[in-house]
Structures are given as C-alpha cells and as structure tokens.
C-alpha cells in the first residue's frame, strides 16, 4: 500500500484507545471508536476509521454554540448514510418457487404490464410538464407586463427606481416562496435533480429522492424559481419528476398517502424499478426538449448502469408517450387543433434551411467554439465548486438558505434593470416583431431596446431569440455584456436551495458568445456574410458551452439536433461537444459529478483506477464478517440488529460441521428480510407446534418494500429470545464470491456489472474471510498524487 497517497485505517491496528483524535478540516478532528462484540461465531465488520460529522461540539453550559456557524467539510470523506440498492435479485427457495410456478402465458402478461407502465410514465410526465409550463408562462406573463406597463409609466414622468423596486419585490417574493417549501418541506428537491438520479440508477440509495412528496415540492419549486426570474431552467427538474412519477406508478402504490392499488405488485423490488425509473427520467428530457430519441441517449449515456434492448425499446415508447402527451394537452390549451407545433417545454424552432449549410473551412472555427465552450464550461464548474464548498460549510440553516436565494433574486433583477437601463442598443420594431414583452425605455418612438430581449424575459424566449433573429439585432457590446453577467448569475444560481435546472442557463450563455462569435467573423477575416451566419454560431456555442459545463456528448447532439428539427447541424455539434468535454476534462470534472463527490456519495464508475491492478480483494475487503448460522437464535439476530454500531444489511449464512470452529459459506440474507421474518415470528418452534401459521410468501417481503420497518419496531418476547430461526428457505443459496487473491479491476467489474450489493470473498476451503461492499471499492479513486484511499464519514 506504499503508493497509495492518503492511508487510512481500515482494519483498526491504531484503534486500541477509545477517542484517539486525528486533525481533520478546519480543526475538527476525526474520531476513532473500537468496539466488539462476542459471540460464537458472529463478527463484526469493520472496525472503522470514522469521522462523525454531525456529533454535537457543544456543551450544555455554552448554548450559543449549540447550532455551529461552521460544518467542516473534506473532500477527502466517504459518506456512511448512503446505503446500496439490490439490484440483484436474491434467488432463495420463495423466489424460484414463484418462478417455476408461472406460466409462459403469465409471463407474457408480466411483459405487457412493462409496456403498459412505460406508457402511464409517459402520459404524467407530459401531464406535468405541461402544467409547469403553462403556469410558469401565466406568472411570468403576468409579472413581465405588470413591470414594463410601470416602467413605460416612470419612463417618461420619471422614478424608474420605483420600477426596479417593483421588480426586485416581485422576483424575491416568487424565490422565497419556492425556497422555503423547499428548505423547509423535502430539502432533496433543490436543484436540478440529476445528480440524485444518477446516483439511484448507480445503486446508491438516495434518502427520500423518489417520494411523492418530493415530486409536489419539486413542481412547486422549479415554477417559483422560473416565475422568480432567476438564470435557471426546467429542464433538470422535468427529468427528476419523471423519474418520480416512474418509481410511483411502476409500485401500484403511494406509501405516502397509504395507498394501495393492488396492481403492479411483482414490480416491488429495486431491479424492476430502476428500470422504470430509467424510462422516467428520459421521459422527463423528451418532453423538455421534445426529444424522444435524445431522452433515450440521455438515459443510456448519464443515468443508466445497467442496459438491455429491450428496456431500450420500453424507453422509447414512455418518451415518445411523454412527448405524444405534451404537445396534444398544449395544442388544445392553445387552441392549435390541426398540428402539434410545440415540440417540447423547450422550443428552439426550426432553422431555416438556407443558412443551416456549412463549409469545410468552417470544422476549425467549430473546433476553436468547442475548445472555447470547454475553457469557459470548466471556469463554471471551477466557480461553482468553490462556491459549494462555502455554502456547505457556512450556509447550512434553512433560514439562512431562503435569503441568499431572496438575495440572488434581487441581484438578478437589479443586475438586469441596470444592463437594460445603459444599454443604447435600440433597434427598430418591425409589424412581424416577434419579441413578447418589448421594451422602448430611453429608445425613440417605434423602436426598442435589443439588451432587453435577453434579460427581460423568460430564458426559453431569449435563446429562441439569439437563435433565430435576424442579422443585426445585437450589436456587440449586448451580446458581451450579457454572455459576462449571465455566467456568473448563472454560476451563482446553481446550488441555492430552490429547484432549478442548468441546462437553459447554459445554452443561454453560450447562444450569447456563439452568436458574437457569428457577428465579429465577417470583420475579421475572409468569410463572408452569407455564410457566418450568426444564428448557426449561436448553435454551435450553446452546444460548446452546454457540453463544456455537464460533458454529455451523443445525447446531447440527438437533443439539439431534435430541439431544432435540423439534422444538418449533426456533424458539427458532435465536434464541438468532443472537443468541449476533452479541453474540459483536462481541468475539472462535469458539474454533475462535481456535486455527486461533493454529497460524498459511493458512486462507482465504469472502470475501477486505472493503477489498482496490484490491489487484491484481500486488501480492499471489509473483515472480520457478522456471519449468521443457518440455524440461528433469535436472540442473537435480534441483538445484532439493534446495535446501532453494526448497521449492516448483508450477513453471510454459514454451516458448520463437527469439530470446526468455523463454518463454510452456505448462503446470503439481507437486514430487510430478517426484520420481515422476525415481525411475522417465523420462527422454528412455532412452526412445529400446534399452533397454526401461514407461509411466509414473497407477497410479504414485497408488501413492506420499500419502507422495511425498523427492528425497533419489532417485538420480541423473552421466550422469543430463545427460539430458532430457520435462514435456509429465505437466503439467496447461490451469492457471488470471488477467492481472495482477486484483483480490484476484476472485483470492480463483476461488482459494477452485475449491480451487486455484496460480494463475499473466501479462502480456498469456501470459508468466509471477508466482504466487499460498494464504500469499500468507491473509497479507492484517482488523486493528483495517484491513487487515493477516502475517510469513511458519518455526515
């Protein structure tokens, strides 16, 4: 382990002493605890090396100190609250008998409920898109023509500060509204909610990030952010409802309102429902950019850990639904009945076919946009990541959360009224003027102010706008003016408390320099007029700024390309993304997974470290193992379960033969499957008794999936105590093991690919000797120094 840059104790060895203190960030010192447990053949895992971020640092004579103005962070920290999803059925004696009992007739039927659930997926998200949209276009209708009408008023009587009053109160007021609900109600609705989703489809399990409340809070929110005129987009939070609205519907069920449908019940498990919610979050993307075939990309290249065809075909459909869904509710709330014109939330229009051409010399000035768009999206990403850190350490109370957020509202109001105010950027308005809420202001009568079609007005008009206006409707000191303070309002934005996405703001930003790029070629160099168009650079750059700041590549091109009905520009945008993840990975990550190392998440990769080729699964396993008799007491499990120091979810069963001290490995069983064993008592005595009891079936485990009952809440008598449990028709009787002399990469592989929770390691006699978990292969990642080893934390 010499190569290793930051060691940490894993096994123990320096733990002999209770509350030895090692200094951590800011003057917080990491706490070592070592506690065993006797026990026959029981162990604990991991003695751990474990920071413990929320213990109370103050005393009961100092209350001032009760709440901390600073929560000390390291990036260095692995978070222990993040528990691993199963992903891998458990294949025990209820589950083959069901199996082997179905017919193919029922298996068939199993299918049609797949495609029936991706097609009510479809239809709520459509359905709750379409009731974010119109909303937010009636507020911010309401509150664009409320602030011009007063500002035309105080232009010419003069008091125009009475008008950037009116619009500062009426955007903070939108932003505390849509803060508060989120701070106080289901703080995992702020922001865009792709981070969170990433993570479930990963395996992590995310507290709280599928709920119905959740969902309420999240509609709720992104339409006071929009409305509140902050830089920020729907897009993101679409794609987290869908995936919300796919985990509900695919259940049958709301264990929130304590409704029980009775249907859909084979899908009570975490394989079928990450596979549902992989269809939610690409429906969500389909009807915010009216692409069914980009959610799809979307789903497969930033979501999806685990793929198969047909899963892309049932994906497919819940999208095309989605989208299907959107633009018939629109086209009749509009009063549109012979077409479906709105593509999605986000409608970029069609360019005109004869400027989408492009020329050979022109692959190099797209090139030069991509290395552009990747410089300025790591500069984002690098302000943004800066700017987390200061809000995790300083800015933690609710209260404290809903006035930035107030404060970012007002600054972007003034900020704007301001850029409007001394701009002399007027430009004539035409009959055929396609501006929704122009303003004159200090320009002469029949013309208005062109820096105001940007800053007033929602950010979907203004890309639309810098997309498909005309030759000279910037000039170049609005079109730069803007791209600079838009980027750091826009960087500021992301990470308050209200749920808001990124991808708008960006492609915002990058439509601005984009077409200023398209404005300055045919002065300075050869090209000419008719073919520097600046609504294609305007493409080009939203492309370039998009990708250098999230780094998707194939999903985004499929998205902007069906944005804007426009397969020509296919090639092009390709490159600039290439070129634009490339320069921006060089620097720093993707804001995405900036904000998931952040969270301190266990997130695996595709690929383990590019140098653990020397570690084994000797050195990376959690030992010694809790293990489990095949025939154990109750007792026993009952006390290892509530010892809230081993809050483990996976025990290795093991059977052991005469005269061995230890046993060899005969299976594996879960937390949640021992709490619903213990609460219907299902218990070896009892069943030999006269007493009668039903068989435990797997309607049982799944009626209390996915809210387990805490082993709290579970009963059992003295007398329990000393009964037998019977593990063998309930554990999974065929786990994955690997030897110990295994590699990382090939742990990490069989571990990643198979979606596991557990993998038990054993010695050449089948004996249990360790177990690997997914803190103990994300622990290990890429430094600057080479390969790292993280704290593991209680935060």
């Not at 104790?9 to 209770?18: F, I, Q, V």
């Not at 070592?32 to 004579?61: K, M, W």
């Not at 009063?335 to 050979?360: A, H, M």
């Not at 979606?755 to 004996?767: C, P, S, T, W």
Request: charged share 20%; net charge neutral; proline share 4%.
């Amino acid at each position: 382990m010499a190569n290793i840059a930051k060691k940490v104790s894993w096994s123990g060895k320096n733990d002999e002493t209770r509350g030895e203190r090692t200094p951590l960030l800011n003057g917080s010192e990491e706490v070592r605890y070592n506690r065993q447990l006797s026990g026959g053949p029981i162990f604990h895992i991991g003695r751990l090396s474990t920071v413990d971020l929320e213990e109370d640092i103050a005393t009961e004579e100092d209350p001032v100190r009760s709440r901390p103005k600073e929560i000390p962070h390291n990036e260095k920290l692995l978070s222990l609250k993040y528990e691993s999803l199963d992903y891998d059925n458990s294949e025990n004696q209820l589950f083959l008998e069901e199996e082997r009992r179905m017919s193919h007739m029922g298996f068939r039927c199993l299918e049609i409920s797949r495609w029936v659930i991706c097609g009510l997926i479809g239809v709520f998200t459509g359905l709750i898109a379409c009731f974010i949209d119109i909303v937010v276009e009636k507020l911010a209708g309401v509150k664009y023509s409320v602030v011009k009408k007063n500002i035309e008023m105080f232009t010419e009587v003069g008091g125009l500060s009475i008008s950037l009053l009116l619009w500062v109160v009426l955007n903070s007021a939108f932003v505390m509204v849509g803060a508060i609900i989120v701070t106080c109600f289901e703080p995992i609705a702020a922001g865009s909610g792709i981070p969170q989703i990433k993570c479930y489809l990963n395996g992590v399990k995310v507290p709280r990030v599928v709920r119905l409340k959740t969902l309420v809070v999240k509609v709720c929110g992104v339409i006071c952010s929009v409305a509140g005129g902050l830089a920020v987009g729907k897009e993101g939070p679409m794609i987290h409802s869908g995936a919300v609205v796919a985990a509900g519907v695919s259940q049958g069920r709301s264990t929130s309102l304590k409704k029980d449908f009775k249907i859909f019940e084979y899908f009570r498990r975490d394989t079928e429902k990450r596979d549902f919610v992989s269809a939610g979050a690409a429906a969500g993307v389909s009807a915010a950019f009216g692409a069914p075939v980009g959610g799809v990309l979307f789903s497969l290249e930033e979501g999806a850990s685990f793929w198969n065809q047909m899963l892309t075909w049932r994906i497919f459909f819940a999208s095309m639904i989605s989208t299907f869904t959107l633009n018939l509710v629109l086209s009749v709330y509009h009063n549109k009945t012979t077409e479906l014109s709105s593509p999605g939330l986000i409608n970029f229009g069609t360019f005109d076919l004869e400027c989408v051409q492009y020329s050979l010399y022109e692959i190099p000035l797209f090139i030069c946009m991509g290395a552009i768009g990747g410089l300025l999206g790591a500069l984002f990403n690098l302000l943004n990541y800066w700017l987390t850190i200061f809000r995790i350490r300083y800015v933690h109370r609710p209260c404290l959360q809903v006035m930035e957020a107030m404060m970012v509202a007002a600054v972007t109001a003034s900020v704007s009224f301001a850029m409007i105010y001394l701009s002399n950027d007027c430009k004539p308005l035409k009959m055929d003027n396609s501006e929704e809420y122009p303003l004159q202001l200090f320009c002469a009568d029949g013309e208005y102010n062109a820096m105001a079609t940007t800053f007033f007005n929602t950010p979907e008009r203004s890309v639309r706008s810098l997309f498909h206006n005309p030759r000279g409707t910037y000039n170049l000191l609005t079109l730069g003016f803007f791209t600079l303070t838009y980027f750091f309002l826009a960087c500021w934005t992301y990470g308050l408390m209200v749920s808001a996405g990124v991808f708008i703001p960006s492609l915002l930003i990058g439509a601005a320099w984009g077409r200023l790029f398209g404005v300055l070629l045919p002065n300075k160099t050869f090209i000419k007029p008719i073919w520097a168009d600046p609504g294609k650079y305007a493409l080009m750059g939203a492309a370039a700024q998009l990708g250098g700041i999230v780094r998707m590549t194939l999903s985004l091109t499929v998205i902007l390309v069906e944005a804007t009905g426009n397969v020509t520009y296919g090639f092009p945008i390709m490159l600039v993304l290439m070129t634009a993840k490339i320069v921006g990975d060089y620097f720093i990550e993707g804001l995405y997974d900036i904000h998931i190392k952040l969270q301190s998440v266990p997130f695996l990769h595709w690929e383990a470290p590019a140098t653990s080729h020397w570690l084994t699964a000797r050195e990376v396993m959690s030992s010694p193992v809790t293990c489990f008799n095949q025939l154990e007491k109750v007792g026993t499990i009952m006390d290892f379960l509530s010892n809230t120091a081993t809050n483990h979810n996976g025990f290795p069963v093991i059977v052991q033969a005469s005269g061995e001290q230890s046993g060899k490995l005969c299976g594996l069983i879960l937390r949640s499957q021992l709490i619903v064993l213990l609460k219907h008592k299902v218990f070896v005595e009892r069943a030999h008794s006269r007493l009668h009891q039903r068989k435990l079936q797997l309607k049982d485990f799944r009626d209390a999936y996915p809210r387990f009952p805490p082993i709290q809440s579970i009963h059992v008598s003295q007398d329990e105590r000393e009964c037998m449990m019977d593990l063998s028709e309930f554990m999974n009787p065929t786990p994955y093991t690997v030897p110990q002399e295994t590699s990382l990469p090939r742990v990490f592989k069989l571990f990643r690919a198979l979606g596991l929770r557990h993998l038990v390691v054993v010695d050449d006699v089948n004996k249990v000797v360790g177990l690997v978990t997914r803190k103990d292969l994300a622990r290990y990642h890429m430094g600057k120094h080479g390969l790292e080893e993280l704290h593991l934390a209680q935060m």
